[in-house]
């Protein structure tokens, strides 16, 4: 499986990106999908994912109620709605594929990974 995320951008603080996973090899029918973000000199952090079949998801405590994931099987593709944004979302956003979606979001649950797309919230 072959992922990309797209989407990003820049952005002003309280605004809104959608992020988007899609495969150019391989299906996400199977796969939970997992978004990542890794922020200059910090580790990579799980931010949320979406089980295989759609019917559960899990967030990062900070982006609760401002992030919501969906996929989207005859598009064979995931989505992060990214609204109310802040200076502290500002990363680069992965997009994974594995078997569970589950807390905590750890990469170990993800086999496949795409290149990921820069996030930057102005202040």
């Known amino acids: 499986v072959q992922l990309q995320a797209s989407g990003g951008g820049l952005v002003q603080t309280g605004g809104s990106l959608t992020l988007s996973c899609t495969t150019s090899r391989g299906t996400l029918d199977y796969y939970a999908v997992g978004w990542f973000r890794q922020a200059p000199g910090k580790e990579r952090e799980g931010v949320a994912c979406i089980s295989s079949l759609g019917n559960d998801w899990y967030f990062k405590n900070s982006v609760r109620g401002r992030f919501t994931v969906s996929r989207d099987a005859a598009k064979n593709s995931a989505s992060l709605l990214m609204t109310s944004l802040k200076p502290e979302d500002t990363a680069v956003y992965y997009c994974?594929?594995?078997?569970?979606?589950?807390?905590?979001?750890?990469?170990?649950?993800?086999?496949?990974w795409g290149q990921g797309t820069q996030v930057t919230v102005s202040s």
């Open positions: 994974a594929t594995g078997l569970r979606c589950r807390l905590p979001l750890g990469d170990w649950d993800y086999e496949y």
